[in-house]
């Protein structure tokens, strides 16, 4: 017998300070947040300071879903070009997968362009009318997520390149460097403004690629306990 789902309850793994969360909810869901840093501005409705890896391993069972979105270093392009060689990023992507396909949840792994692992999903900032292009890549396990549309994207990354500033739709939500938009921006352009820390938003992704998750994994998830 299913039980009745009210609250569909999220694991959010690597939760940093809650990009994916914020989307989670919009969505129906009850989220709880595991990162091994303290996260003062998560938004979830829950946080819990631990190895995500350990953690998951211990409770993945008790949640309905889980979205996990390891440390994208090393797959990143800034460390496969002008940074390549300087660090030892973690490369946690296969023992988070072996970990949630152990405790037979349905979930999500989520990272960027580059990192070595199934593209099921691809979600773009154009896809939901955002001022970020931000593709990002997600393997689902146990549910099916609608891909959406691949929009042609209206124009250039606003910023200064070699020395010349260019106009255009979208900012480059990452780094320090010059030429890049202000926090307001940032915040705008991904549709988070529960942070204005420069590294936090650098490091989620909008809220509106895990609503869109979201609202597929609780259809699924209530289907079967009507259908009982």
Not at 11 to 40: E, K, M, N, S
Not at 136 to 144: D, I, P, Q, W
Not at 167 to 189: I, L, N, S
Request: hydrophobic share 40%.
């Amino acid at each position: 017998m299913y039980r009745p789902i009210l609250r569909p309850r999220v694991l959010d793994l690597f939760c940093c300070a809650g990009g994916a969360a914020r989307g989670y909810q919009l969505a129906g869901f009850h989220v709880t947040g595991v990162d091994i840093a303290r996260q003062p501005n998560y938004c979830g409705d829950a946080f819990v300071q631990a190895d995500a890896i350990e953690y998951a391993a211990a409770h993945a069972h008790q949640f309905d879903f889980v979205h996990a979105s390891p440390p994208c270093q090393d797959a990143c392009t800034l460390s496969n070009g002008t940074n390549k060689g300087l660090r030892d990023y973690p490369k946690l992507i296969a023992p988070t997968r072996d970990v949630l396909a152990t405790s037979g949840v349905p979930h999500v792994i989520e990272n960027v362009p580059g990192a070595k692992m199934r593209r099921d999903l691809r979600l773009c900032g154009e896809m939901f009318g955002l001022a970020v292009i931000r593709h990002r890549y997600f393997e689902v396990h146990g549910l099916a997520i609608p891909q959406p549309a691949h929009r042609p994207h209206r124009g250039r990354v606003a910023g200064m390149r070699h020395g010349q500033w260019f106009e255009g739709p979208y900012f480059a939500v990452y780094g320090y460097g010059g030429g890049k938009g202000t926090v307001a921006q940032w915040q705008t352009a991904m549709g988070i403004d529960w942070t204005d820390v420069r590294r936090e938003l650098a490091e989620a992704i909008p809220p509106a690629y895990t609503d869109h998750i979201g609202r597929a994994v609780a259809a699924q998830l209530v289907a079967p306990a009507v259908a009982a």
